[in-house]
């Protein structure tokens, strides 16, 4: 598991809790408390501490046949994650990309030739070393996975039987792109929360956000699941509950900000947006101005919900993109 942060390290729990083999990749001071203290891992059904091996980077590990590469790093991290992971891993070596976004399939295949991803449906949280928390209980959340750019086979089918028996709904979908790019729709509200707050996913601007992205896709012709296949596939699975008395606060991208991690992964969700908003010449004014605000907010350590959803509309307004 590259990268245990929130989704990477309540992954790579479960499936240390229910017996496979499992090895994280943490870096800094998360890296440090799992090694000192092993993973504390929080749901609503209670707190545990998993004593799972950790290593620090993928150069300390030995790669035979049967390893499977996860990836759960931010996409802003995944070109660093790669680059190291090719030096020491057969490019035959299985890479799944439990990853929001679109783009990192398209990047890990360039070095991997058997490519994966996972549509991540898994509530989670991280805030402090050593911790992550899962909100939903007792299915710790949904993670489809597919053979990147379509089909299944062994491996998929592997994998998501392997996520099925870690407390995980998982199947192995010929469509897994699909199903991410629906995904991606829903993470546009990611800069919303970590720009303006958790209660800006609601309302106009959210309205508008959305709007351009299902207007990208349309313009680009990309095959999506629609929104009432993604209502039915989630059904009642998820049952979120509180962790310590707290329920989840916030999602990844608020974290980011929350945790000061001086980046946020904006560029690969509203981003992708903006991207094909150019490439198909459609207007993304609010994705554009909320990918920009993200990031400097995040580079200049401001907390999450620092600016206004009303001045982002204002903004709006005046021209700003």
Not at 5 to 33: D, I, P, T
Not at 68 to 93: E, Y
Not at 108 to 117: D, I, K, P, T
Not at 198 to 226: F, H, K, T
Request: charged fraction near 20%.
């Amino acid at each position: 598991m590259v990268g245990a942060g929130a989704v990477g390290g309540v992954v790579a729990g479960r499936l240390f809790e229910h017996g496979h083999s499992v090895v994280a990749v943490a870096r800094g001071a998360h890296g440090e408390a799992i090694a000192e203290r092993g993973l504390r891992l929080d749901s609503p059904a209670g707190s545990q501490t998993l004593p799972m091996p950790v290593v620090r980077s993928v150069s300390e590990l030995e790669f035979d046949e049967h390893d499977v590469v996860l990836l759960a790093m931010k996409s802003q991290d995944t070109i660093a994650a790669l680059t190291a992971l090719r030096s020491v891993a057969q490019t035959s070596t299985p890479v799944v990309c439990m990853q929001n976004g679109v783009e990192n399939e398209r990047v890990a295949l360039r070095h991997f030739s058997n490519v994966y991803g996972i549509c991540v449906m898994c509530p989670t949280s991280h805030l402090e070393p050593g911790v992550v928390r899962a909100h939903s209980s007792p299915i710790t959340g949904i993670m489809d996975v597919g053979r990147y750019p379509h089909g299944t086979d062994d491996t998929s089918t592997r994998v998501a039987a392997t996520l099925a028996q870690s407390s995980f709904v998982s199947s192995s979908r010929p469509d897994i792109m699909r199903w991410k790019y629906r995904k991606l729709m829903s993470n546009l509200g990611n800069a919303l929360e970590a720009v303006c707050g958790l209660e800006a996913r609601r309302g106009p601007l959210a309205d508008m956000v959305r709007q351009e992205g299902e207007a990208c896709l349309r313009a680009a012709g990309i095959d999506v699941a629609s929104a009432e296949e993604d209502t039915a596939r989630r059904g009642n699975l998820l049952t979120l509950g509180e962790v310590d008395g707290e329920q989840r606060r916030g999602g990844s991208s608020w974290q980011s900000l929350q945790r000061r991690a001086g980046s946020i992964e904006t560029d690969y969700l509203s981003g992708e947006v903006v991207l094909l908003g150019r490439q198909h010449r459609v207007a993304t004014p609010a994705n554009a101005l909320l990918q920009r605000l993200a990031n400097e907010v995040a580079a200049a350590g401001t907390p999450p919900g620092s600016i206004g959803a009303d001045e982002v509309l204002a903004r709006l307004e005046r021209g700003e993109s």
